[in-house]
């Protein structure tokens, strides 16, 4: 009588949404590397026409520029260009073996473990310093990059995942999505690019205009202020250029390439704000540490947001010269531009003379070193905390320096200097908001914490996507003033909760949202609403409706290059009942990366819809074969065991489940039921009174809790 409670296992939707950023690597198809010479008469629309236009009247930033990071984010390889050694070199990469050589004027490689070396065309340079990567034409319109890496500072060559053997079939291998220029890195290193993925072919016909990161891919499209420069007597503005003046006009020329971010829109554009075209990725700990420092390749964007630099409207171009990509000063006086000039003393810092240890960067920009030898700064600016690395293990600056002493020493030290006290930072409270289950002091200051408008928006965000809902109305209370929240990111992290509620009660707010001002959020809510049939609604917010789920739809085909991406694809298809697209879509990005084990149970779940329980119990054993402790996998395939007939094996699974994740309260209700229905009531009554003690409210529980009684 209990049966329908398995009927055809949920998909799981953690995995819906995902940030990927193009990291520094990659190159094009379009061969517009010579620029246009000034000729006003061909710009009968704003298009792009190339830096050598520029120059005329704007030869000093064109001098700052030339040779800068932006100049060389891409060539063609020649003898200038190419830094690497090409001399018949040898090069042993954890057993993949590289040759690099010369054929005339032309670069080749060959790769491979020994008798099975392919050879290979160098198609392009890819960065200047401190390393320069290699791209490698591929079928499909597709470039790889090299995994062996050429150090520019100590010269030589280097393997970027030293120590680790990767299979050619791993995403992570060079010939594999992770290491793809047009998927990783193609939008921040060309200008005005376009990625033109065909998602039905796999393949790519990416075009720029510009082979590097030159004026245009900044400012815009040059062709109408050409047009207004060449009139005698000019009429119009002549700022049809983005110049970045503001600081958010300014963010929003340069944090599209310096953020870990998902894209929203299929081109990237100069003028156009962040969060109309990104998601940038919150700060969680899967990303930074706890605290909010950076610990994967984050970039900067994330960082600064954080900083009260931000908050006080510091702006990219206070400290870096924009065309060379330099620091405008060197050393702590970059800093005393803005700071007093006694924290640049002993009386401040308790270090002496001038090195390392007296530099603001040491301590307040600590960093972490990616892609094998490129040291980036953490551009958070916080002060040290060592106490918070004694009770949560954060990376603190001082134990950064000094590697044999401790965080207590560190901490100590800090107390002797400064005293007890701690300026409020909101580290503080994220820390606490990073580790769920709360108790009730630690939910309270969470829930405080979120709508609280002196903190920064991004960990505010963060602490949102950690909130563990209880289901109160305080709770319910705080996802109501998130969702008027100034930050777009802090409303879509709100909108975001209500996904666990049924369509009826989640549908009023999506429909609310729909005509938000920012492009992220109107996307999370189509998002919210993704399985709703839109002809049901009137026409005024069907339309609304409709247009919110196109800019949902152009996000996904932006990211389908990725594996995530053909997985959020799979999502959505299973929302809107195409269980036979979505498993299309989940089977490619198996295709592109089989260690994707977030697929494997939304493959299971579709297969398992349509029929195919042979095949989803294949999917099911697969993932656990993957991750032998994953608890979901033990608990679908539980459920599946049960709708084929095999309930002592449901039984093991769901028992397995739950010692490996005792938090699913539906394992103890399913597993309860089948002790239960197998006649086996003294084991389902004490299931089913543990499974209360995580929800002591569920009605579904206490009424199955009272009929096993009621048969004793």
Known sequence: MLVNIFAKFEVDVKHLFFLMLASYLFFSCTNKEQPNSYNSSIYAKNEYVGEASCIQCHQAEYNDWKGSHHDWAMKLPNDTTVLGDFNNVSFDADGEIYLFYKKDSTYFVKTGREGQKKEHKIAYTFGVAPLQQYLIKFPNGKYQILRATWD??????????????????????????????????????????????????????????????????????????????????PTGDPMVQVVGRTQKSQLNQCAGCHARRVKLTEVMKPDVSFEDQFMLQTINSEYYHPDGQIKEEDYVFGSFVQSKMYAQGVKCADCHNVHSNKLKLEGNNLCMQCHEPNYNSEAHHFHKGENESTQCVSCHMTGA????????????????????????????????????????????????????????????????????????????????????????????????????????????????????????????????KFQRYPLDQKAGFALEYMSDSTRLVRIGSAQLIAEMDLSQLDPTQREKAQAARNELIEMMQASADFPLGRLQLGDYYYKQKNTQRAIVEYKMALKMDSLLTPVYTNLATAYSIVGKNKKALQALNTLINLEPTYARAFYLRGLLYYEVGKPELAINDLSTSIKLDNSNFRAYYNLANLYFSSGQNKDAKNVMMQGLLLQPQSQKGIELLRLIQSKN
């Open 152 to 233: 520019t500072e100590k010269k030589q060559w280097f393997n970027q995942y030293k120590g680790q053997q990767i299979p050619n079939k791993d995403w992570l291998h060079w010939t594999q999505g992770a290491q793809r220029w047009n998927t990783m890195c193609a939008e921040c290193h060309s200008t005005n690019l376009k990625k033109n993925y065909n998602l039905a072919k796999d393949e790519f016909t990416t075009t720029y205009d510009n082979i590097t990161v030159s004026c245009e891919a900044c400012h815009g499209p040059a062709g109408a202020h050409l047009n207004w420069a060449s009139k005698e007597n």
């Open 369 to 496: 070193v990616f892609m094998g030898n490129d040291f980036r700064r953490d551009h958070s600016f916080r002060v040290p905390r060592p106490d918070q690395s004694v009770e949560y293990n954060t990376p603190n600056a001082c134990t950064g320096c000094h590697k044999d002493k401790s965080d207590t020493w560190a901490s100590d030290w800090v107390v002797k200097w400064y005293g007890t006290g701690r300026s409020d930072h909101f580290s503080n409270h994220l820390l606490k908001a990073a580790r769920p289950p709360y108790d009730e002091q630690i939910k309270q200051e969470v829930l405080q914490f979120i709508n609280n408008l002196n903190y920064p928006a991004i960990a505010r965000a963060t602490a949102l996507e950690y909130y563990p809902l209880y289901d109160t109305q305080e709770e319910f209370d705080m996802l109501l003033k998130a969702l008027k929240d100034s930050s777009a990111l802090v409303r879509y992290n709100a909108l975001a």
